[in-house]
C-alpha cells in the first residue's frame, strides 16, 4: 500500500514560511509610522494574510498566527510560549522586527493535523 | 472470529461532547494561575523572561492535568509595561473550529499588563 504523504510535503519549511510573514508585514504596512487609528486594521491584514499564504501551500497544517504591534515608548515587551505537541512533526517561528516608531512580535505555531 | 478489542483512541476522529475543549473552564484555570503568582507584583526588566516562561509553563503543566484527551496545547503569554504606549495583538487560526478552541485571559496591574 501506498504511503499516503511522504515526508517532504509534511514537513515544516521555516524559509517559506519566514518570506510568507515578511511579504504579509511590508504588504500592509509598509514603511508608515505608528497610527492609533489604523493600528486595528494592520494588524488584521498581516495576520489575515498569513493565514491565506500558508493555507494555500496545501499542507496538512493546523495554524496558529498572532501578531503583536506596539509603539515604541521605552516600555518593555516579553512574550513566551510553552506548548504540548509532538516534536517531531509540530513547530513554531518566531519573529521580531523593529523600526523607529514601532515594533512588531510574530508567533506562528503549526501542529500537524490528525 | 478476530477479537476487536482495540484501543478506542483509533476509530475516534472527534472528541465526544464531554470531552471537547471548553474555553470557560480553561479560563477559569488560567485566572487562578495568575492570581496566585501575580498578586502584588510590580514590573521588574530582569525577572520578567522568568516569570512569563514560569507562568506559560504552569499554565500548560495545570492544563495537561484537566481532562483534555489528545488535544495539543499552545500557550501564549505576554507581559508589558505599562506607560502609556499603544499596543495592539491580533491572532487567527487555521483549525477544525468544531474540536478546536482558545481561551484568552487579560490581566492588568498598576504597572503592567498581562494577556494570555
Given at each position: 500500500m501506498e504511503e499516503y504523504q511522504t515526508g517532504d510535503e509534511v514537513a515544516f519549511v521555516v524559509d517559506e514560511v519566514n518570506s510568507i510573514i515578511k511579504e504579509s508585514v511590508e504588504g500592509a504596512i509598509g514603511g508608515s509610522t505608528y497610527q492609533h487609528s489604523r493600528v486595528n486594521q494592520w494588524t488584521n491584514s498581516i495576520v489575515e494574510q498569513c493565514l491565506g499564504q500558508l493555507s494555500k501551500l496545501d499542507k496538512p497544517f493546523k495554524y496558529i498566527v498572532t501578531c503583536i504591534i506596539m509603539q515604541k515608548n521605552g516600555a518593555g515587551l516579553q512574550t513566551a510560549s510553552s506548548c504540548f505537541w509532538d516534536n517531531a512533526t509540530d513547530g513554531n517561528l518566531t519573529n521580531s522586527v523593529a523600526d523607529v516608531m514601532k515594533t512588531y512580535n510574530f508567533a506562528l505555531f503549526s501542529c500537524l493535523k490528525m | 472470529m478476530a477479537s476487536t478489542e482495540t484501543n478506542a483512541s483509533c476509530y475516534l476522529i472527534r472528541p465526544n461532547y464531554q470531552h471537547k475543549f471548553k474555553s470557560s473552564l480553561v479560563k477559569e484555570c488560567i485566572r487562578e494561575i495568575l492570581r496566585e503568582h501575580l498578586t502584588g507584583l510590580q514590573y521588574e526588566p530582569e525577572q520578567i523572561p522568568a516569570l512569563s516562561r514560569t507562568l506559560a509553563d504552569c499554565i500548560k503543566d495545570r492544563l495537561k492535568g484537566v481532562?483534555?484527551?489528545?488535544y495539543k496545547l499552545v500557550v501564549q503569554v505576554v507581559i508589558g509595561e505599562q506607560r502609556g504606549e499603544g499596543l495592539k495583538m491580533a491572532a487567527r487560526c487555521f483549525w477544525d473550529s468544531d474540536t478546536d478552541s482558545y481561551a484568552r485571559t487579560f490581566h492588568e496591574c498598576v504597572y503592567d499588563f498581562i494577556s494570555f
Open positions: - | 481532562e483534555l484527551e489528545r
